[in-house]
Every structure is written in C-alpha cells, then in structure tokens.
C-alpha cells in the first residue's frame, strides 16, 4: 500500500512542475541549480505560486501532509526560484496585513498577537488563492471557508521557513545571503502604519466588523 501512496505522491509532484513548465515558468532542473552569481531579488510569477499552494491543497487532508508536500516540492526548484517562492510569500504577507483580517484572526484563535497574526496570514496563503483574496477584501467571508473546522489553529508558521530550509539543502548556503533586498519593499519597515477601528476590550466593534465570525467564535471571554 505505502509504496503505491508514494508513487502516486510523487507522481502528483512531478504532474505540478510539468504543469508550471507548460504554463511558461521556469522548472528546475539539473542544469539551473547553480547558485546565482550575485545577490538577486526575484519575484515568483503569481500563477506559478498558486499553482504550487493549489496543488498542495489538492494532494493533502491534513497540515502536516500539506507542510511534506510543499517541502517536497520546494526542493525540486532552483535557488532563484526559491527566492521567488520566498519573496512572493512575502509579498502576500504584506497584502494581507489590514486590520480587519486581524480582528477576523482575532476572533478565529481567540486572541492574536502581532506574531500571531503573521502566523494567522501565512495560514491564509496556504488556503489557496480563492481564499486568500476573500480574506483580504472581506474578512469575514473566512466564515464561508472555515465553518466546518472550527477547531483548528489557523497559523501555518512552517511556511515561514520551508523556502530557506529547502535552498539550504540544495546549496548548503543561507538564502538570506543572496537576496538583494535593496530592491525588496516587503520587508517589516515597508509595513504602512495599521488602522485598527476595533477593540477588544469592546466585543461590539469587533461584531460590527465581522458579525459571521463572530458568531462562529466569540465566546464572551
């Protein structure tokens, strides 16, 4: 049985690069897994990006399976591509900081610190695109896409680390060490200020703004 599973794990694996090359985007292989030359700071193609969370969603039933996948799948890319994967995750990150999304966060894990919430957006990244977008543009629409799974923790903090340990083991090098981040506006001093229009200490703001997580979560404490 297990064999099978993993053929078909790694079958699935390889049907995901050979989509991204099909598509147009750069797939790794022997002859690209040099270091590059200097410090650079690409940025992840979008559709590629998706396509990889979409795929580890697809191939995965629990958070530990999708955290196996995508640590699988991240070692088949380049070092660049590595980068790119890491930067557009950071990309996203910013993306996602408003502070709506952080009351729904609030209300989803009952309480969330500033780390937490960071937490709380790489989670939302690994949900996929539909979600994610949902996410920032109306949070409380998270409801639709959580209600069944009330329970969980909502933070994916592996994703914080999977790009850099994945480039680590195939360069023996720091990522950190070729990006150029002068050229990176993602970084935590780029953030712009946060407006927060809720309260905890005051539960009505925080219905107000998200009334069906509210609802799902709040729990008077």
Known sequence: MYPIVNWLRYGLIFMAFFLLSAKGYAQAKPGNMALPPGKIAPVMNELAYWEIINQSLLQSTAQEEQEEFLSDTLAQLSPEQLIGFKLKTDQLLLDAYNGSLWCAAYLMKGGCGEEDFTFFRYWLITRGKKIFDLGIS????????????????????????????????TTQKEMDDYIDYTQVKTTQEHYPPIEITWREQVPATMQVLCPKLYQLFWTGK
């Open 138 to 169: 109306h949070a409380d629409d998270i409801a639709y896409a959580v209600q069944d799974n009330i329970n969980s923790a909502f933070d994916f903090e592996a994703l914080a680390t999977l790009p850099a340990e994945a480039f680590k083991k």
